[in-house]
C-alpha cells in the first residue's frame, strides 16, 4: 500500500513539473518571444509581387518605331513548385499540352534549365523565375487555365508586353535582342539585381543591350496576405511599375530600308558574295543614319524563345553568322579606299601635295614586281589623279622608300612609321567607342606588331615547318602553307618591304570595319575632327520629358592641314565622274547632286576580292558619308560602287521607281533630321 502510494505521489510531482514546464513555455511564447513569433506568422502570410515593368521603345529620328511592344497573353510555369510534386509536375503538365495544343515532349524540353550538353529550346533564365512555354495563347484558352487553378497548380496565364518589330529584318544587329535574366548577370551587371522584377528579359545585343537599364525601366511591388492555399485575401501595399524610358536614336527608318534593299541587290548580282555590310553617317554630328549587315534574321526568332534549329543556325559559319554585324565586327583589307590615309602620311613626311609623282606599270620592290590593276601607266601625274585613277605604284614607292628610311630589314633604334602612325590617326586599328557591344579594333600591322605576333606563335610556326599540313587536301596549298610556316619560323619577325608597300594600298594584313572607314572619310571631308560615333540620340521619359541627349564625343584631330584635306576631298570629288567608278556613276545627275568617293579592291588569299566604296554627298560641302563592302564581291566598281548610287538615289530621290513614278526622297531636304521628335502625354509622336 505504501509503495502504490510512493508511485502516486511521483506520479503527481511530475505531472506537476510537465505543468510547470508547460507553463514556463507558455509564458515566453506569449510574452517574452511573443512579438517575434508574430513577426514571423505575419511574414508567413505575407507575400511579396514584383510587378516587370513595360519596356521602352526604340524609335528613329523622326519617332516611327524600331522596336516596341505588343500585348499577348502568356502561360508560364513555375518550376520550382513542379519540383515540389510528386511526379514532378508531369501530371500537370499533360493536362496542359492539351489544352495548348502542343506535346508534352515539348513542354518539358522548354522548362528545362540550359546547361552543358542541353540543346535549345531550353530556358536560360534563373530558376527562381516563371518560364514562359506559350506567347500565343487566346483568351478562351488562358480562362481555362484561370478558372481551374485545382487542375494547374503552378501555372498561371497572365498579359505582357512582347516585343515588336515594325520593319522585320531591318537593322537586326544594330537593334540586339532580348533573353531571359541568368543568376550571372544578376551578379555581374551592375544595378541590374535592385531593378529585376524576377520576370524582365535582359538587352543582350545591340542598342537593346547598349540601353539596357533606361529601357528597362523600375518593377512595381505588391505586397499582398495569402491564405495557407496561397490565394490572395488582401493587398497591403501597392506601388505601380515605372515604364522604361523611350530611346530615340539618329537612325533614319526610311535610309535604313533604302540601305538594306541594296545590299540586297548587291547579293543577288554578286553571286560569289558571302556577306555585306553599308553604313551611313552624318557628316556634321557624327550620328548614324544608317546601318545594315548580311547575312540578317528577324530579330522575332527570340520572342517566345528560339528553337534549337533556329539557335544554330543564327551561329553557323555555314549560314555566315547572321548574329554578326559586318559593320562593327567584320574586319577587311580596305583596298584603294585605304589611300586618303596613305596621301596623307606621304604630304605629313614631306612629300609636295602639288608635287610630280611617277605612275610605271609596275614598281620594283626588293627584287619583287608590284604592278597596277591593268598593266596600266600614266607617266608623270600628281597626287590628284594618283587618287581618282587609283595609280598603286605612286603609293607602292612612297611605302617602300618610307620603310627603307627606318632602316628596312635592320631598323633603326628610333623608328617614324608615318603611314601605321597616320592611320592610327584616322581611327584605324582601334575600336570607335560606337555605343553598341561587339566592336572589332581592326588591326594596323606595324614592326612592333610583327615581332609580338612571331614571339606567340613561332613554336607553332617552326614545327609546322617540319610537319607540314597533312590535314590539306590540296597539295599545292599544302606545300605553300608549309614554305611560309618555315619563312615564318626562320623570319617572321621581320617586317619586310613587301609588307610596306602592301600597307600603303590598303592590303597585306591591314584589316578594318567599315565603321571605321565611314568615320575615318567623315573627318576627312568634316571638319577634320574624329569622332565617336553615336546610334542613341536621346532618352525620353514616357511622359515626354527628356531625360538627357546623347552626345557624339571627338577624339581627335586629323594631324594634317586643312589645305591637304580639301585637296584630298577634291581628287575623289572626280572618282564618280572621271575616275575608277565612272561606269557605275554613268548618268548619275551630278549637277543635281555632286558625289565623290573611292572605290577598293581587296585581294583575298583564296576568295575573291572583296568590293568597297566610300562616298560622300554633296561633294563640295558634304553633309553624308555612305560606304559599302561585299565580301567576296569582285571590283569595288563592280559591286559596292553601284550599291552606293542606289543609296544616294533613294536618300535624294533621283529616277524613277519600277512603275515610273520619281523616286520619293527619304530626306526631302538632303538633310537628317535636326529637332528630337516629341512624345506627347499620350505616347503620341510628332516632329
Known amino acids: 500500500m505504501n509503495r502504490l502510494r510512493v508511485r502516486l505521489f511521483v506520479l503527481q510531482l511530475l505531472v506537476v513539473a510537465m505543468l510547470a514546464v508547460l507553463g514556463v513555455r507558455l509564458w515566453q511564447v506569449q510574452m517574452v518571444q511573443g512579438a517575434q513569433f508574430v513577426a514571423v506568422a505575419t511574414e508567413t502570410r505575407t507575400r511579396e509581387v514584383r510587378v516587370p515593368a513595360l519596356r521602352g521603345p526604340i524609335l528613329d529620328a523622326s519617332g516611327r518605331p524600331l522596336v516596341r511592344n505588343r500585348t499577348s497573353l502568356v502561360v508560364s510555369i513555375d518550376r520550382s513548385r513542379f519540383e515540389r510534386m510528386p511526379d514532378g509536375g508531369d501530371a500537370v503538365l499533360k493536362r496542359l499540352s492539351s489544352v495548348l495544343g502542343l506535346k508534352f515532349d515539348q513542354l518539358k524540353q522548354r522548362i528545362r534549365p540550359c546547361g552543358p550538353g542541353i540543346s535549345r529550346p531550353c530556358w536560360p533564365g534563373s530558376p527562381y523565375t516563371p518560364t514562359p512555354v506559350d506567347d500565343h495563347v487566346n483568351p478562351r484558352v488562358a480562362l481555362q487555365i484561370l478558372e481551374r487553378q485545382e487542375d494547374f497548380p503552378g501555372v498561371t496565364a497572365e498579359i505582357q508586353a512582347v516585343r515588336s518589330y515594325p520593319g522585320g529584318k531591318d537593322a537586326a544587329q544594330l537593334l540586339g535582342y532580348l533573353q531571359p535574366v541568368t543568376k550571372e548577370e544578376l551578379e555581374r551587371r551592375e544595378g541590374l539585381k535592385a531593378s529585376y522584377s524576377g520576370v524582365d528579359l535582359v538587352g543582350r545585343d545591340g542598342l537593346e543591350y547598349s540601353y539596357d537599364s533606361a529601357l528597362r525601366g523600375k518593377p512595381g511591388l505588391r505586397r499582398v496576405q495569402v491564405d495557407r492555399m496561397g490565394k490572395v485575401i488582401a493587398v497591403e501595399q501597392q506601388a505601380a511599375p515605372t515604364p522604361g524610358d523611350t530611346l530615340i536614336t539618329s537612325i533614319d527608318a526610311n535610309v535604313q530600308s533604302i540601305v538594306e534593299k541594296s545590299l540586297d541587290q548587291a547579293m543577288r548580282e554578286s553571286p560569289n558574295s558571302d556577306s555585306a555590310a553599308g553604313v551611313v553617317l552624318d557628316v556634321k554630328t557624327g550620328r548614324v543614319i544608317a546601318m545594315a549587315s548580311r547575312p540578317t534574321y528577324d530579330p522575332a526568332v527570340w520572342t517566345g524563345g528560339i528553337a534549337e534549329k533556329d539557335y544554330q543556325r543564327l551561329l553557323s559559319g555555314k549560314s555566315g553568322k547572321p548574329l554578326v554585324s559586318r559593320v562593327i565586327n567584320g574586319t577587311y583589307a580596305p583596298g584603294s579606299t585605304f589611300k586618303i590615309s596613305s596621301v596623307s602620311a606621304m604630304v605629313a613626311d614631306g612629300s609636295p601635295l602639288n608635287g610630280t609623282y611617277e605612275c610605271p606599270s609596275a614598281y620594283n620592290v626588293g627584287g619583287r614586281a608590284f604592278g597596277n590593276a591593268g598593266g596600266m601607266a600614266l607617266g608623270s601625274i600628281s597626287l590628284h589623279t594618283a587618287l581618282v585613277k587609283s595609280c598603286d605604284t605612286v603609293f607602292y614607292r612612297a611605302g617602300y622608300e618610307e620603310w627603307q628610311r627606318d632602316g628596312g630589314n635592320t631598323p633603326k633604334a628610333k623608328i617614324k612609321e608615318p603611314m601605321p602612325n597616320m592611320a592610327r590617326a584616322y581611327g584605324f586599328g582601334e575600336l570607335t567607342g560606337v555605343d553598341l557591344p561587339g566592336e572589332s579594333p581592326g588591326l594596323i600591322p606595324t614592326r612592333a606588331w610583327k615581332r609580338n605576333l612571331w614571339n606567340a606563335s613561332k613554336d607553332h610556326m617552326c614545327k609546322r615547318a617540319k610537319t607540314g599540313y597533312p590535314e590539306m587536301k590540296d597539295e599545292g596549298r599544302a606545300a605553300f602553307a608549309k614554305r611560309l610556316a618555315n619563312e615564318n619560323c626562320l623570319e617572321g619577325f621581320i617586317y619586310h618591304a613587301y609588307e610596306a608597300a602592301n600597307f600603303s594600298i590598303g592590303q597585306g594584313d591591314v584589316q578594318v570595319t567599315p565603321l571605321q572607314l565611314a568615320r ?88 575573291a576580292d572583296t568590293s568597297w566604296f566610300a562616298s560622300f554627298a554633296p561633294a563640295d560641302n558634304p553633309r553624308f558619308v555612305a560606304v559599302v563592302l561585299v565580301s567576296q564581291g569582285g571590283f569595288g566598281a563592280e559591286t559596292a560602287a553601284p550599291a552606293v548610287r542606289r543609296i544616294w538615289e533613294g536618300i535624294y530621290g533621283i529616277g524613277k521607281s519600277e512603275d515610273g513614278k520619281p523616286v520619293k526622297p527619304a530626306l526631302p531636304d538632303g538633310r537628317p533630321a535636326s529637332r528630337l521628335p516629341v512624345i506627347k502625354q499620350d505616347g503620341t509622336v510628332t516632329q
Open 520 to 607: 575615318a572619310y567623315a573627318a576627312l571631308v568634316g571638319d577634320g575632327n574624329v569622332r565617336s560615333p553615336r546610334v542613341g540620340w536621346a532618352v525620353v521619359r514616357p511622359d515626354g520629358s527628356v531625360v538627357k541627349e546623347i552626345p557624339v564625343p571627338v577624339v581627335r584631330h586629323l594631324p594634317i592641314s586643312d589645305e591637304t584635306r580639301d585637296y584630298i576631298r577634291k581628287a575623289l570629288s572626280e572618282v564618280p565622274s572621271d575616275g575608277t567608278a565612272a561606269g557605275a556613276f554613268r548618268g548619275f545627275p551630278m549637277d543635281q547632286v555632286k558625289i565623290g568617293g573611292k572605290t577598293g579592291t581587296a585581294e583575298v588569299w583564296g576568295k
